[in-house]
């Protein structure tokens, strides 16, 4: 079983490593053969160079995470709510996220998906 203080230390590391814009440290939270489904329904993105690939495009907006309350612990996932900020098309938007984690036996991210969708996106036309 994950250790649920290195679960939630990973959710913070992922908010602060938007905040440095670095791409790099995302990735590093994740197993290699680990799966980003981002929003729910997409095609997943599996491995650390798509999951590479994929970070570094979503932060080429400037876009930076808020928690909106605590990390949610149960068995080998972490669940947690928050805010993305971004700058796009010239207009400052905001969506309203929740994510889950799934760890694995060395508290590495195997798989992450996002909630989220047109109802959750404020200030896109």
Same mark, same amino acid.
């Given at each position: 079983?994950?250790?649920? *203080?290195?679960?939630?230390?990973?959710?913070?590391?992922?908010?602060?490593? +938007?905040?440095?814009?670095?791409?790099? %440290?995302?990735?590093?939270?994740?197993?290699?053969?680990?799966? @980003?489904?981002?929003? @729910?329904?997409?095609?997943?993105?599996?491995?650390?160079?798509?999951? &590479?690939?994929?970070?570094?495009?979503?932060?080429?907006?400037?876009?930076? &995470?808020?928690?909106?309350?605590?990390? %949610?612990? *149960?068995?080998?996932?972490?669940?947690?709510? +928050?805010?993305?900020? &971004?700058?796009?098309?010239?207009?400052?938007?905001?969506?309203? @996220?929740?994510?889950? +984690?799934?760890? #694995?036996? *060395? #508290? *590495?991210?195997?798989?992450? %998906?996002?909630?989220?969708?047109?109802? #959750?996106?404020?200030?896109?036309?």
């Amino acid at each position: 079983m994950p250790d649920p *203080a290195k679960m939630e230390a990973a959710v913070h590391e992922y908010v602060a490593a +938007f905040d440095a814009g670095s791409p790099e %440290r995302v990735a590093a939270l994740f197993a290699a053969d680990a799966s @980003v489904e981002d929003p @729910v329904g997409s095609p997943a993105k599996v491995g650390h160079a798509a999951i &590479l690939g994929f970070y570094t495009e979503s932060m080429q907006t400037g876009a930076k &995470l808020k928690l909106d309350g605590p990390v %949610r612990i *149960a068995g080998d996932y972490a669940a947690f709510a +928050f805010s993305v900020t &971004l700058h796009l098309g010239g207009k400052d938007l905001r969506i309203d @996220v929740i994510d889950t +984690f799934r760890f #694995n036996e *060395a #508290n *590495a991210v195997i798989e992450m %998906r996002a909630y989220f969708g047109p109802t #959750n996106m404020h200030g896109f036309a």
